[in-house]
């Protein structure tokens, strides 16, 4: 029998990571978070935070739709927030009990943090959860942004907003390896420097699982 191989677009375009996304091949996204980005660098801690009692969390990776060349939306938040002040990080936050879905909450998310109207998202697909030492099992949700949105950010929340080439992003070599101690353990992670920004912790750690999960 004959079959047509699936299309292909532009390596780093939107219409390609939407392709990867829908067509995921790997461990179920249940268990699959043990197997990817700075968890495989931390198995001990990790292990320790999956016992923890952790709040549901959900974060918009948000992949502009640029043609050949898609480019990655981050925020930098303010540093007057209680939890990762002044860190890189992608829009997102807890799942509230009146969010239908993951999706859901990180789309409204979003939409306060940055002001990215819903209407110009469509999620994609999901990667593996993170588990957070700061007590959050959080759920990536990848999502093509259509051109033609007017940011608006939420000055208590975010300092700024700035986009990142995806070609970048998934270029392994510009993800550097660096540790510190923490509350007695010595904890791994992935930091990507950009400009004038450091992308790390978190946010580093899931760029790498979509890395791993969609490009390695």
């Not at 829908?22 to 495989?40: F, K, N, Y």
């Given at each position: 029998?004959?079959?047509?191989?699936?299309?292909?677009?532009?390596?780093?375009?939107?219409?390609?990571?939407?392709?990867?996304?829908?067509?995921?091949?790997?461990?179920?996204?249940?268990?699959?978070?043990?197997?990817?980005?700075?968890?495989?660098?931390?198995?001990?801690?990790?292990?320790?935070?999956?016992?923890?009692?952790?709040?549901?969390?959900?974060?918009?990776?948000?992949?502009?739709?640029?043609?050949?060349?898609?480019?990655?939306?981050?925020?930098?938040?303010?540093?007057t927030l209680?939890?990762?002040?002044?860190?890189?990080?992608?829009?997102?936050?807890?799942?509230d009990?009146?969010?239908?879905?993951?999706?859901?909450?990180?789309?409204?998310?979003?939409?306060?943090?940055?002001?990215?109207?819903?209407?110009?998202?469509?999620?994609?697909?999901?990667?593996?959860?993170?588990?957070?030492?700061?007590?959050?099992?959080?759920?990536?949700?990848?999502?093509?942004?259509?051109?033609?949105f007017?940011?608006?950010?939420?000055?208590?929340?975010?300092?700024?907003?700035?986009?990142?080439?995806?070609?970048?992003?998934?270029?392994?070599?510009?993800?550097?390896?660096?540790?510190?101690?923490?509350?007695?353990?010595?904890?791994?992670?992935?930091?990507?420097?950009?400009?004038?920004?450091?992308?790390?912790?978190?946010?580093?750690?899931?760029?790498?699982?979509?890395?791993?999960?969609?490009?390695?």
């Amino acid at each position: 029998m004959n079959t047509v191989a699936p299309e292909r677009f532009p390596l780093f375009s939107a219409s390609e990571l939407r392709r990867r996304a829908l067509h995921q091949v790997g461990s179920p996204l249940e268990v699959a978070w043990r197997e990817h980005g700075d968890h495989l660098l931390n198995p001990d801690m990790f292990e320790m935070i999956e016992a923890m009692t952790l709040r549901k969390a959900a974060v918009l990776v948000p992949v502009v739709d640029d043609g050949e060349e898609a480019s990655v939306i981050f925020t930098t938040r303010t540093a007057t927030l209680k939890k990762h002040s002044g860190q890189v990080a992608f829009p997102g936050g807890s799942i509230d009990p009146q969010d239908a879905s993951a999706e859901r909450a990180a789309m409204r998310e979003a939409e306060e943090e940055i002001g990215l109207p819903v209407d110009y998202v469509e999620t994609v697909g999901r990667l593996p959860d993170y588990l957070a030492a700061s007590g959050f099992r959080i759920t990536p949700i990848l999502a093509i942004i259509r051109r033609g949105f007017d940011l608006k950010p939420n000055p208590a929340e975010v300092h700024d907003v700035f986009e990142v080439p995806l070609s970048f992003l998934m270029n392994p070599d510009n993800h550097q390896r660096d540790s510190r101690v923490w509350n007695g353990y010595e904890r791994h992670f992935y930091r990507v420097p950009y400009q004038d920004h450091m992308i790390w912790g978190i946010t580093a750690g899931i760029v790498r699982t979509l890395y791993e999960r969609l490009y390695a």
